[in-house]
């Protein structure tokens, strides 16, 4: 089972930057609301991620999908952005070899490859056409909305292209949507031509919706258990609903984050000792920046608030930004993911006598690990651990709820709309008028002097 | 050639929150002595990145390396951390094909499949040795002191992997040695054992390197021209050496900062609206973070100073980051990347009456970029934009040198010293310890709380 150390962030531990155990016990009741008003809004159906762990159906229809196309086609295209595409990767890299892409059809056991083009950069979308074969891939088109225009432009370059080398009905063979259940273009592109698609819950939103088919059709594409991965969610759901708030690790670490905004220190690091976890980081950047960096509190004042996401990777930063961790300013608070069993290692052979010889990769990484933790810590830097016992679905699964639950009660905790985006809106309108579509040239007009 | 504006940052563009033209005047003494400052330091040796561009000689040995493995072998393996990382893969991800290790030799003209295991995970180690065939692969050993244990504790295990797998004599021919060119493990080595090597200048830190054999080497052997990438470099260097300060763009840039550092936006976050240059912001996050992070000014005063630099991509952080960065503190100091000519393009079939049909990728991506830069603009977020005409060897060395240059800069007008890591010594010193390195033990006394 995951757990949480908040010990690093104690004053008995780091000293005067540290958090008085009775300054959190101030905040039980206010976590107590928090999880009380998720609850009720849960209950009242307006937080669908709260619901994705146990739709073990959904699970099982990806699963045949995937066994459909397993020996048939070797690759997977998630055409997708920002929440349709960071837990997408993320899952890739934590759960599948760190080479997947390079290995045989053999070695992958089925498994297809896996490739997330989620730019629109021309180089990008024509260096993944030199590198596929499309007759031999599938297309995931993903977009609750069905008008995400990044998504769009490559699935009617990629769509065009499949068609022309592998005939106009491939379509339906080779693309499937992932998309609201009711409306949008993408649901009546698929009602109209027959193309397969899966739901996006209306009540979840994009960057919530990892353990929806949205982050879990790519998953299943590449052999990950889905069904493990809910159960994880699950087992965290139950724990963080049936444990005494200060116990729960999703309001203790929401707290923490909240009580050191309040101190001084906006910004929030990741960084996980493990390799495999590396892009796990990137998808909790969407979700707290997205969801906590807002203008308007509740009651519409202006606050300008949130935290700065950062991620980090053990032990590769240690030779780039742990300097500035040390000896820079305090404004920063610091999260560990730590794995207890790496799954194998690695000797390290004897050589001229040097002292690495005999040891292990793992141990020096561990080493590596408890060495900056106690440096940081000798320096009043705050950091938290979250420990997974080993790198699986089911650790993974744990992980994500946690992290989504405390985005969500520090959204209530500052008082903010967690669920919204309004300050991308500005942007897209603009991006329209520049773009040329009917109707929307006019949202140019008070922004010419920077355009 | 590389042009930078600071237009957004100027109160005329962005209102109360942009600079006045005078407080920029102001700094133009400050900055001379900077520049001043740091050519003695050029002058009389001790500041060895200035040179690098210069060395051609240094260049043509690296290209005849190159061209001894080309179709000889399929891999590149560079074994180091850090400085010794950072800019080989920005220079790949920049300069060569987005799915270089998927294409086939052919489709490389020659040029070898690159790898770069930064980490110690074992996991990431056995993937490697899973990927590559050892027989077909140069190994790249990188360190300066050679004795970061990350770096060797990898080398040891993958000699030992290509001895069992080439026998004993492979060493000489497919490993090549990147380190001081007098001392340390490494040079020994290579005397004893007849391993060859290249020279990093002894005046030349970790984070300043990559245009030394350091960044270059792996990038000679994918096929990459280093001659050209030094004549960007150059072109730089002459452009900032003979500029008034304030036409400079490695001094304007730093200036800028600075100012914002002190009005209190220490978050420099750094966007390229390019997909090659993503991993350029991972090189800059380095240099930035580890040269500017500083317990103690030069005086010996504790400053606890240093800005935090924050990679970001668009468009794909649109959908992520964007939100925060209009919305959120105004805390924030942006610096888009922007590139002019993609050097192909991809049409958006029509399909279906949308609007995005006829149009091409390029139009789109630069449009979601001045949309962005406009909406931010509009809500006095300040922002700089760096534009190269085409991601080239050449326009790349000239970033690489102004961002080296502008790094060094800012050290003088922060008053610390840009060249040292003080602050990654303790983390060393505990590792050695619990890795039962001898004469070290006595480390871990003072931090058994923490461990």
Redesign the interface.
């Known amino acids: 089972m995951l757990s949480l150390s908040i010990q ?1 962030c104690l004053r008995s ?1 780091i000293g005067s930057r540290g958090i008085a155990p009775a300054e959190i016990g101030k905040y039980r009741s206010n976590l107590e609301s928090a999880r009380g008003s998720l609850e009720s809004r849960r209950k009242s159906g307006r937080l669908g991620f709260f619901e994705l762990p146990y739709n073990e159906g959904e699970a099982g229809r990806m699963e045949a999908a995937a066994r459909e196309w397993k020996g048939r086609y070797d690759n997977f295209v998630v055409i997708g ?3 349709s ?2 837990g997408n990767i993320a899952l890739q890299s934590a759960l599948r ?3 997947w ?3 045989s059809a053999k ?1 992958r056991r089925g498994g297809l490859r896996l490739f997330v083009p ?11 056409l ?2 596929l074969d499309v007759k031999k891939t599938v297309f995931n088109v993903v977009s609750k909305s069905g008008t995400t ?2 998504c ?2 490559n699935y ?2 990629l ?2 292209e499949l068609e022309r080398k592998a005939g106009k009905d491939a379509a339906k063979k080779q693309i499937v949507f992932t998309t609201d259940p009711e409306k949008g ?1 993408l649901r009546e ?1 698929s009602r109209r031509e027959g193309i397969p698609a899966f739901d996006i819950p209306a009540n979840v939103g ?1 960057r919530f919706s990892v353990l929806s088919p949205v982050g879990l059709l790519s998953a299943a594409a590449t052999g990950i258990s889905v069904k493990e991965l809910l159960r994880g969610a699950r087992t965290m759901a139950e724990r963080c609903r049936t444990s005494p708030v200060l116990k729960d690790p999703a309001s203790l670490y929401a707290l923490v984050h909240h009580i050191y905004m309040k101190k001084g220190s ?2 929030h690091v990741m960084m996980p000792y ?3 976890l590396r892009d796990m980081a ?1 998808w909790f ?2 979700l707290w ?2 969801s ?4 308007l509190d509740r009651k519409g004042g202006q606050v ?3 935290p ?1 996401p ?2 980090a ?1 053990g ?2 930063d ?15 608070v610091i999260t560990f993911l730590s794995v207890k069993d ?8 004897a ?2 006598g ?4 005999g ?7 561990k ?2 690990e ?6 940081l ?2 320096q009043g830097r705050p950091n938290l651990a979250i420990t997974l016992p080993k790198v699986t679905e089911e650790s993974v699964g744990e992980l994500i709820f946690m992290l989504e639950l405390s985005t969500a009660i520090m959204g209530e905790l500052m008082d903010i709309n967690a669920f919204d ?4 809106e ?3 309108l ?3 008028a ?5 109707g929307f040239g006019h949202h140019l007009k ?2 010419r ?3």
Chains 1, 2 share one sequence.
């Open positions: 690093n531990r952005i920002g929440g595409a960071l070899h760190p080479n892409n390079l290995l070695e989620d730019n629109v950069d021309p180089n990008l979308i024509r260096g993944l030199d590198a225009a990044e769009l432009a009617f370059i769509r065009r273009y592109v994009g906006p910004i493990s390799h495999q990137d950047r969407q920046a997205e906590l960096g807002k203008k300008f608030a949130g700065t950062v991620k990777l032990v590769t240690q030779h780039s930004q742990v300097q500035l961790y040390m000896e820079g300013p305090h404004d920063k790496f799954g194998g290692d690695v000797a390290i052979p050589r001229d040097h002292y690495l010889g040891k292990s990769l793992a141990r020096l990484f080493a590596e408890r060495a900056t933790i106690a440096a810590s000798s985006q309004p300050g991308v500005q942007g897209k603009l991006t329209y520049l773009m040329g579509r009917k008070s922004f002097k920077w355009l």
